[in-house]
């Protein structure tokens, strides 16, 4: 077992009390990171201020500069992180990989992004401008599912745009995020990333603390309305990107054979700990019969277990808590007798957080485990009779995170995906994020967006420099 230390100003640190870190595919103790408290994050605050003095002074080619090494030192160490990924967080060493690499690409590809300024008015009487100043000292609260690329995800745009940041990984999956500040250490120049890890109740903290300008939170959309409450009293900028209940729309047209697949993992990779997995998955009635049988017989050759072991494809729950919530879904379906084409028992071993593949047959729309968000290897397939019952079914939701079509007809696709109230919607595929296209969530999926300018954006404020040409001073 490896104690991590904090990256507070340029220097790795812990305050002599710890917080343990479990596997979660056989509940044993792998890390154990400092447990921070208010004086921790005040330290880390005060250096990310007097950081950000100096950074935000920097030209744009210096700060690509310095996100240009983390990229390479992520890259250069995926090996070792994507293994330690793989043990804190349960995700398959493949999906570990991809993770680990992604973080790596992200970084290097949003290091290119650029705010240029904008002409207002250029005259005779006056020139109007408008240039983006960077927001301050950032706060980022990073989820368990995506831990590295979520925390990559905060800290490049952060530094892009001129911010400085204090960035607090979850407590269930601290471990690379902590390694990987030990990579950067001497690469970002000190203060500008501060890396805490605490409790949840170290949140809270994050998002009062008076002297942080911006929020920016990834996670569930009860913990976001804590946040935007607790950031309202002094009106920090805020970037939410919560739950979603995305819907897969599968029209007639789809091949069977070759849809099944990938919509399998449309659902469940990551064990399905993922916001933009598709958890309702629409069928047309023409297919649906043959749909279902084959999704269910592809389920047959994927092997849960740990994600360490050759061969695995799907992972355990990440953490005890969501465990309990998923078969407590389960269990519901159970109880009301919705018909399972897989799955239903959780693991007998009882060691680790198993929940076998689960795919249901049709439930009802107001059943726990279609109108939730469940957040594990459940599949809840349902039938449909017409386009526009459909879209109806589908933006019958709180959330407004992602969605997909699957058909040989793009342009029908398209017609459908513009009537779908999410962020973000996909033609034949899943998943998909570009560093260059925004992403964000409709009604309660959260608001502001991440990646691409326009995430970039929101680390800053517009400033608008009015000269007036004609004057008499």
Known sequence: MTDYKNLIDGKLVDNGEWLEVLNP????????????????????????????????????????????????????????????????????????????????????????????????????????????????????????????????????????????????????????????AELIKDVVPAGTVNIITGEDSLGPMITEHPDIDKITFTGSTATGKKIMEGASGDLKRIT????????????????????????????????????????????????????????????????????SQQGTGVGPIQNKKQYERVLELIQDAKDNGYKFLTGGDKDPSGTGYYVPITILDNPPEDARIVAEEQFGPV???????????????????????????????????????????????WINEFMHLSPFSPFGGHKQSGFGAEYGVDGLKEFTYPQVITVKRDAVV
């Open 240 to 307: 939410l990107e919560l739950g979603g209940n995305d819907a897969s729309i599968v029209l007639p047209d789809a091949d069977v054979e070759k849809v099944a697949e990938q919509l399998f993992w449309s659902s469940f990779s990551n064990a399905g700990q993922v916001c933009i997995a598709a958890k309702r998955v629409y069928i047309h009635k023409d297919i649906y019969d043959d749909l279902s049988k084959a999704i269910a017989e592809y389920a047959k050759s994927v092997v849960v277990g740990d994600g």
């Open 25 to 180: 595919a056989n509940e044993q103790v792998v890390g154990r990171v400092p447990a921070c408290g208010k004086d921790e994050l005040d330290t880390a605050v005060a250096a990310a201020r007097r950081a950000f003095k100096e950074w935000k002074k920097t030209s744009a080619e210096e700060r690509q500069k310095v996100v240009q090494g983390i990229a390479a030192a992520i890259k250069d160490n995926a090996d070792e992180l994507y293994r330690l990924l793989t043990t804190e967080q349960g995700k398959p060493h493949a999906q570990a990989q991809q993770e680990i690499y992604g973080a790596a690409g992200l970084a290097a590809a949003q290091s290119t992004l650029t705010l240029d300024e904008v002409v207002n008015q250029d005259d005779e009487q006056r020139l109007s401008r408008t240039r983006r100043v960077p927001v301050g000292v950032v706060g980022g609260i990073v989820p368990w599912n995506f831990p590295v690329m979520m925390a990559i995800q905060k800290i490049v745009p952060a530094l892009v745009a001129g911010c400085t940041i204090v960035l607090k990984p979850s407590p269930f999956t601290p471990l690379t995020t902590l390694r990987i």
């Open 379 to 425: 599949m809840p397939l349902l039938k449909f009779d017409s386009i526009d019952e459909v879209i109806e079914r589908a933006n019958n939701s709180e959330y407004g995170l992602a969605g997909a079509v699957w058909t040989k007809d793009t342009d029908k696709g398209v017609e459908i995906a513009e009537q779908l109230e999410t962020g973000t919607v």
